[in-house]
């Protein structure tokens, strides 16, 4: 993969450093903004030093364990994850007072904290350009489909890593490599004419859609946030069968190759299943084990949910705006 381009001022102090041009020892914060969600040149920079630790970037040298690489990424994920808990701590408070199981803590959750119907959008209205973005925009998670999570399977044990490894097998594809969940997508991506390379869009790809990708990382990779990594799965499996049935059905309509739903149909029926092993078997053996960790994986859950639901947001609100700049032109001719 390439380095992207850089957004900013930390992106691109970020992006010297990665490319030798300069020490990570000297790369200084800039003033960061009242929220780094939604902040092309932060989540950028994250997104940059998470990547380090799965493919990284062609032709450099490897920073993966650089001291000062390191520390930045600590320093960035620190601000990350502290607007995450501010935003989520009302939710987490109210699903924690609903008591109930997590099952029924995950549905409050998941309807407090709905987003606008993007798969309902693509199923009816969307042009056949905007599913293609769509589907690039997701690739840079699809393209390293269950990678973070996979970092979870060392830090648990039991029942819960038992199912974790079950889990992740079908998503690797069930002892076929044309059956991996990556490889699926990334044929998929060719038939629609597509780039399938691993990380070739990241430059079209929002600070919203970055965020989405650096929380699995962020829970992923810090051991302390394995019950919020776990909690992420469940909503993530959770929410998933509905709009990939409305997703295929949107492929569909426009009019792309089958292989392109294929990838989709095929999640209508394993996450159907996936969502009741992540709960029953994953997490709650996990709350079996240990009980304190509660509130992290209902923070896991709100985490997702709210940062699916900002990128889902922007996604809309961009074609939205699109649509109104192309009316007078329209208008015109
Ligand atoms: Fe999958
Ligand atoms: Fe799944």
Known sequence: MQ??????????R????????????????PPL??????????QLSLWMLYELHYRGFDGLDDHEWSPDAVDLRVRLEAEFESELVRHTAAHLRYALQLGGGLTEQLAA???????PNLAGFLQREATLEQVREFLAQRSLYHLKESDPHAFVLPRIDGRAKVALAELLYDEYGGGRPDRLHARMYADAMDAAGLDSRYGTYVDLVPASTLAVNNLMSLLGLNRRLRGAALGHLAAFESTSAV????IAAGIERVGLPDVVAAYFHEHVEA??????????DICESFLDDEPAQLPDVLFGVAACL??????????LTEWRRRDQAALPHEAAS
């Open 3 to 12: 380095l992207p381009q850089p957004r900013g001022p930390l992106s691109t």
């Open 243 to 246: 709009p990939c049935r409305r």
């Open 33 to 42: 903004p009242p929220s780094v969600l939604d902040d092309d040149d932060f």
């Open 109 to 115: 959750l998941i309807e407090a904290l709905d987003g």
């Open 271 to 280: 996450d159907s299943v996936h969502e009741q092993v992540v709960i029953r």
């Open 14 to 29: 970020v992006v010297a450093a990665l490319s030798g041009d300069q020490d990570f020892h000297d790369v200084d914060l």
């Open 306 to 315: 709210y940062l699916d639901r900002l990128a889902a947001v922007q996604m």
